[in-house]
């Protein structure tokens, strides 16, 4: 392109030759030639036309996320499969993470500081606790950055953005399903046996699913518009795992004479309906014959052996007698399938909710 | 058709070099209650109206960072407008040279997921996947993650997902630029198709002889604002490289070759 010779239209300043950014916007009044005569809104309302970039009604939004049913599915899947493609050991990792996992879990607290006082079959107990928990914790975690990991996606294509958190939840979940086929090895090599309690694995599982669901969405929002959730989102979680009863028994802490929480009746209450711990007790309830003949209440009271057990939780002989003392302080596995219902139900319309008031706002940042 | 009433759009930019900012300074901002003094607002568009018709060809022209693709991804409903509103009769397409779908994913799964995420079911994705793919011309590279690809490959296949599926509306943004001669060519016909069917096309290049060649209307902006907008291709073009230090060429060209119908395209 020539720079001499060149012809300055009239009533404008040409810019200097270089980065003469001032050149254009010199012009005085802008010739726009594309308005019509009336008001623009009430032309596009006459023409039928819908506003974009806003919240869409909720009824239609639920309906296109369940049009895209596929998508959230294909994009797990494929997510999943892509995850480990460049590493040397591949998709082995997906079964050696959960294992590593409970290894360090157990080398540290099974072996070296010895907390399995009043638990019998500790090593079941702490795997099993540890996978229920990683899936809540996984899915917490990753749903935080969702939005800004898909961006490129987002500013793609238009789609219902929960599918998002949807469809990483459900990563996590395929992920689950392997751990527990781990789990289900290290359970029986442990000793356990098989029984018809392991179905009640099933709906446990699609409650926490729900209920992880439901945080994601609220993650998702927060976390699109604050980096500092993704921050400090793995050190709240840390904390809630050591207060859910993941490494130790809530049940051991409350009911010994020495356990911390025998004179907090209230706060053990509390820490064993939050929904971790509602939903870890459930799965070791189910899977694990040892734990569930071994909780209070399991067996006709008998004070002499509950007393046993209260003085003595650390002696192998008793442990398993906290299945003659009384339950009245600690929630029943009845009611923590009503509370595990609650949760996932309550948080899940709040956090969908939650998350659909700003759906116009995800593209941004 | 498409209506853009008095629209603002404003990113929020995090992380810019104003202020390095130490820890004990961000604890100050805490107690203070102040926002992020690293926050920016960019101001990439401020107060723009037109209306385009269906089967209008729009061009958009201007600088880099005069707003272009910023329009188009607020007309694509994708950035919330801060102010003012957009309206359109349907769905819109954007194809863009940064619409990088999932880059670790294969060439295979990104087709399958765009069909899906556009609204496809099971059956009308296996069926539009072979011509897709086809289209697209990326041959065995489909096996590969889409980070292996070169830019042109991956906008060639980019461009065959998104027009794989009828849209009111069609947003491109230079996603033809690096594609090669011939797939220029082929994608030329599918945007003819796509406009005849579908109704709005919009357009933004550099190539100018690009939109004269295609576009029926042309807006040109500055800054986030529009200077010229109207009907006068050539003219619009011909002020437009005027302004950027070049020649006019358009208007002459327009008239000796277009003779008398100046205007049509």
């Keep these: ?365 | 058709m498409v209506v853009v009433e008095d629209l603002h759009v404003v990113y929020r930019v995090f992380g810019s070099n104003a202020d390095k900012g130490t820890a004990a300074t961000a604890l100050l901002r805490l107690i203070k209650r102040q926002r992020r003094p690293s926050i920016r607002e960019v101001h990439a568009i401020r107060g723009m109206s037109f209306v385009a018709y269906r089967g209008d060809a729009v061009g958009v022209i201007g600088r880099n960072g005069s707003g272009k693709s910023t329009l188009l991804r607020a007309i694509a409903g994708l950035l919330p407008a801060e102010q003012g509103a957009v309206y359109t009769d349907g769905n819109a397409a954007l194809l863009g040279v940064n619409a990088a779908l999932l880059e670790d994913l294969t060439g295979e799964r990104n087709v399958v997921l765009g069909c899906l995420a556009m609204g496809m079911t099971k059956q009308e994705t296996a069926e539009a996947k072979p011509k897709i793919v086809e289209f697209s011309g990326v041959g065995d590279f489909i096996s590969l993650p889409m980070k292996a690809y070169s830019t042109g490959m991956g906008a060639r296949l980019r461009f065959a997902i998104a027009s794989a599926k009828s849209h009111d509306i069609l947003l491109v943004d230079e996603a033809l630029a690096t594609g090669d001669a011939e797939f220029q060519r082929k994608s030329h016909d599918r945007i003819d198709e796509l406009r005849a069917r579908a109704g709005t096309v919009f357009l933004v290049a550099h190539q100018l002889a690009e939109i004269a060649e295609t576009c029926n209307r042309v807006i040109w902006l500055e800054k986030g604002e529009i200077v010229k907008a109207g009907d006068d291709v050539p003219g619009i073009l011909d002020d437009y490289l005027v302004a950027a230090g070049g020649e006019s060429r358009f208007r002459e060209a327009a008239a000796t070759a277009n003779y008398p119908s100046s205007s049509s395209s």
């Design chain 1, 1 to 365: 392109m020539t720079k001499q010779g060149r012809v300055s239209a009239p009533g404008r300043l040409s810019g200097p030759v270089a980065g003469g950014d001032s050149a254009a916007t010199a012009t005085a009044e802008p010739e726009n030639a594309l308005l019509p005569d009336e008001p623009l809104r009430d032309l596009a309302l006459r023409h039928g036309l819908k506003q974009t970039a806003v919240v869409p009604p909720l009824r239609s939004y639920v309906v296109d996320i369940w049009q895209r049913r596929h998508f959230i599915s294909g994009f797990a899947t494929a997510r999943n499969i892509a995850m480990y493609t460049e590493a040397r050991l591949g998709q082995l990792w997906q079964v050696l993470t959960p294992l590593l996992n409970a290894g360090v879990y157990y080398l540290i607290f099974g072996l070296l500081l010895g907390t399995n006082r009043g638990v019998p079959d500790y090593v079941s107990f702490l795997v099993t606790g540890v996978f229920v928990f990683n899936f809540t914790q996984r899915a917490f975690i990753t749903c935080s950055t969702v939005i800004r990991d898909t961006l490129p996606l987002i500013r793609a294509l238009p789609f219902p953005r929960a599918c998002l958190p949807l469809g990483y939840v459900l990563i996590e979940l395929q992920q689950l399903i392997l751990s527990f086929a781990v789990l289900f090895v290290i359970v029986v090599v442990a000793g356990e046996p098989v029984t018809p309690y392991w179905l009640l694995i099933f709906p446990v599982l699609v409650l926490q699913s729900i209920f992880n669901v439901g945080c994601g969405f609220i993650l998702a929002r927060w976390g699109a518009s604050i980096d500092d959730v993704s921050q400090l989102l793995p050190f709240i979680v840390r904390t809630w795992m050591y207060t859910s009863g993941v490494l130790f028994s809530l049940q051991t802490l409350t009911l010994t004479f020495t356990g911390k929480l025998h004179d907090h009746p209230a706060l053990a209450y509390l820490l064993q309906i939050n929904p971790a711990a509602v939903y870890i007790t459930l799965i070791r309830y189910a899977l694990l014959a040892e734990y569930r003949d071994a909780l209070p209440g399991a067996k006709p009271y008998n004070h002499a052996r509950c007393v046993l057990y209260r003085a003595f939780p650390g002696n192998t002989k008793y442990q398993s007698f906290s299945a003659y003392c009384h339950p009245s302080t600690l929630p029943s596995i009845p009611s923590l399938w009503v509370w595990g219902t609650g949760w996932a139900l309550l948080v899940v319309v709040l956090g969908f909710l939650f998350f659909w008031r700003a759906e116009a706002r995800y593209g941004r940042g």
